[in-house]
């Protein structure tokens, strides 16, 4: 009798853990991008949808369509605190207008993970991205390397609020006042915006306005395609020496043409992996690192080609984005 009591509550407690796995469900993750369109964020998403199959939870991908609609990221990151989701891996529009609901969700529970962009607020658990100021002083040393350390050029910049995008900005005019002297930036405080059209009007009026020009740096995707297609259409692509951010299909073609001079590229598809699986282990009680590093190189049309660059810069994005 007692033996058959002993089976009952083991069958029972067995019934118990089977039912309990089963309704386990898996964490629910926001990755919240600062854009959906640039070649960029299509990357972030990937790396995001490794990461989700790998470990096994959900994400969902919302975000702003244009990179300057700050509102509707404040409000993205509001919609998902109401829907009590596990995380936010989230890459802030802007360093401070993205602080109060970051606390918010914080002081709700939810853990955030921030991407690509700093944040100037507390209590986020990790801070996954590039280092942008090295990667500005890396452009600028290109730049001043194929000038010769003479000459005229010009910063285009990309848009107020940017953390990431300002501190390239910040490392690429340390770099030229520290080590190109003999470089004269003519302008340094004009901004591209948030689309490629907008880059390319500006860029328009920047080489109207200095028609003698000798090299030219961008901090970002849009605003390098923008600014090479005003060099195109003025005649000057591949005379005046060019410098930019990120990669793209338009801009490896302007490198491969020799109408560029260098791109300083991030692993966008390993930060979007890499803050996925920071929220994951976060949410597993494991000690992360506060700051993550995801790396940079300058690609040239000398090493483009290489294995390490052609994985880099033509990663499968349909293997993850289409499952």
Same mark, same amino acid.
């Given at each position: ?58 994400? =969902? ?9 700050? $509102? ?6 509001? *919609? ?7 995380? =936010? ?18 002081? %709700?529970? =939810? ?56 501190? %390239? ?6 770099? +030229?006042? /520290?080590?190109?002297?003999? =470089? ?13 059209? *907008?880059?390319?009007? $500006? ?9 003698? !020009? ?12 923008? +600014? ?18 990120? *990669? ?10 020799? $109408? +560029? ?12 992996? !890499? ?5 994951? $282990? ?7 690192? %506060? ?10 049309? /000398? ?13 499968? !994005? ?6």
């Amino acid at each position: 009798m007692i033996r058959g009591r002993i089976a009952f509550v083991c069958v029972v407690a067995l019934l118990v853990g089977a039912m309990g796995h089963a309704a386990a469900k898996p964490y629910r993750i926001a990755v919240i991008p600062k854009g959906t369109t640039h070649e960029f964020w299509k990357s972030i998403h990937a790396g995001a949808a490794k990461a989700a199959k790998e470990f096994d939870v959900e994400i =969902i991908w919302q975000g702003p369509q244009k990179e300057d609609d700050r $509102e509707l990221q404040i409000q993205v990151v509001q *919609s998902f605190v109401s829907r009590r989701v596990d995380a =936010i891996v989230l890459a802030p529009l802007d360093e401070v207008a993205l602080v109060r609901p970051v606390r918010e969700a914080v002081r %709700r529970g =939810i853990k955030v993970v921030v991407i690509d962009s700093g944040l100037k607020a507390k209590g986020f658990s990790s801070f996954v991205a590039t280092d942008n100021y090295q990667g500005g002083r890396m452009g600028a040393k290109r730049l001043g390397e194929v000038m010769g350390g003479q000459g005229k050029a010009l910063l285009l910049r990309y848009s107020e609020g940017s953390a990431s995008t300002m501190k %390239r900005e910040q490392g690429f005019l340390d770099e +030229m006042a /520290e080590n190109y002297p003999g =470089i004269e930036l003519v302008s340094t405080n004009r901004y591209a915006g948030a689309t490629r059209e *907008s880059a390319f009007k $500006e860029a328009q009026n920047l080489l109207t306005k200095f028609s003698s !020009l000798d090299g030219v740096f961008c901090p970002n995707e849009s605003s390098a395609a923008g +600014m090479l297609r005003a060099l195109q259409t003025a005649g000057k692509a591949g005379k005046v020496k060019y410098v930019g951010f990120d *990669s793209s299909e338009t801009l490896l073609n302007g490198l491969k043409a020799g $109408e +560029m001079d260098g791109l300083v590229v991030q692993n966008p598809f390993l930060m979007g992996y !890499l803050g996925v699986k920071t929220a994951v $282990e976060v949410l597993q009680g494991k000690k992360v690192k %506060r700051r993550i590093d995801t790396g940079v190189v300058l690609v040239t049309r /000398e090493n483009m080609a290489t294995p390490e660059m052609v994985e880099l810069l033509t990663p499968d !994005l349909d293997k993850w984005l289409k499952q």
